[in-house]
T-cell receptor, first 115, second 114 residues
Framework: AQTVTQSQPEMSVQEAETVTLSCTYD???????LFWYKQPPSRQMILVIR??????QNATENRFSVNFQKAAKSFSLKISDSQLGDAAMYFC????????????FGTGTRLKVLA | DAGVIQSPRHEVTEMGQEVTLRCKPI?????LFWYRQTMMRGLELLIY????????DSGMPEDRFSAKMPNASFSTLKIQPSEPRDSAVYFC????????????FGDGTRLSIL
């Protein structure tokens, strides 16, 4: 069975600073994908970034990057130059590449951005 | 391209009434997922379909909940009879078979059972 754990229910960051959101996962699958989703107050679920487990290079999307540590089963999200619009719930998710196509989501981290 | 379309966006009804939530997935996506989100339980997968066939409904809370997908472009989640504890935001999401492709979520239906 797969599990995804986000141990930080809430985080705060000063505008323009950098913040890292933690995510650990457990899976018996040999290959899988990892995702970070953002849910602003509008409640839309927006894909932020994805990482393919077989790729060693960490994914980057503009101000968002991940620190993927496969051996430690860790997949943290770094947000640089934080903006007020980054305030949201952030969910980490894992999906195997074969078998079940279920996405397993973490419980989320609420990010507050302070002006 | 149109995204996942859910209706209604908000629903308020009295307990005991039947509630039907609707979803139109992205064209070409062969997986469809129904989730429920609450403060207490977070995001829960209720059921998912592949090519219109239910694959895993282990997350459906009880027999009052049912879901159908009569064709590739439409799915419903029905609650009958509804109870106040069913109040939540219900999301529909769809994805393609390619495992590196993310799920695309609809805007959700906020359901309030009085």
């Amino acid at each position: 069975a797969q599990t995804v754990t986000q141990s930080q229910p809430e985080m705060s960051v000063q505008e323009a600073e950098t913040v890292t959101l933690s995510c650990t996962y457990d899976t018996s699958e040999s290959d899988y994908y990892l995702f970070w989703y953002k849910q602003p107050p509008s409640r839309q679920m927006i894909l932020v970034i994805r990482q393919e487990a077989y790729k060693q290079q960490n994914a980057t999307e503009n101000r968002f990057s991940v620190n993927f540590q496969k051996a430690a089963k860790s997949f943290s999200l770094k947000i640089s130059d934080s903006q007020l619009g980054d305030a949201a719930m952030y969910f980490c998710a894992c999906r195997a590449t074969s078998g079940t196509y279920k996405y397993i989501f973490g419980t989320g981290t609420r990010l507050k951005v302070l002006a | 391209d149109a995204g996942v379309i859910q209706s209604p966006r908000h629903e308020v009804t009295e307990m005991g009434q039947e509630v039907t939530l609707r979803c139109k997935p992205i064209s070409g996506h062969d997986y469809l997922f129904w989730y429920r989100q609450t403060m207490m339980r977070g995001l829960e997968l209720l059921i998912y379909f592949n090519n219109n066939v239910p694959i895993d409904d282990s997350g459906m809370p009880e027999d009052r909940f049912s879901a159908k997908m009569p064709n590739a472009s439409f799915s419903t989640l029905k609650i009958q009879p509804s109870e106040p504890r069913d109040s939540a935001v219900y999301f529909c999401a769809s994805s393609s078979t390619a495992s590196n492709q993310p799920q695309h979520f609809g805007d959700g239906t906020r359901l309030s059972i009085l």
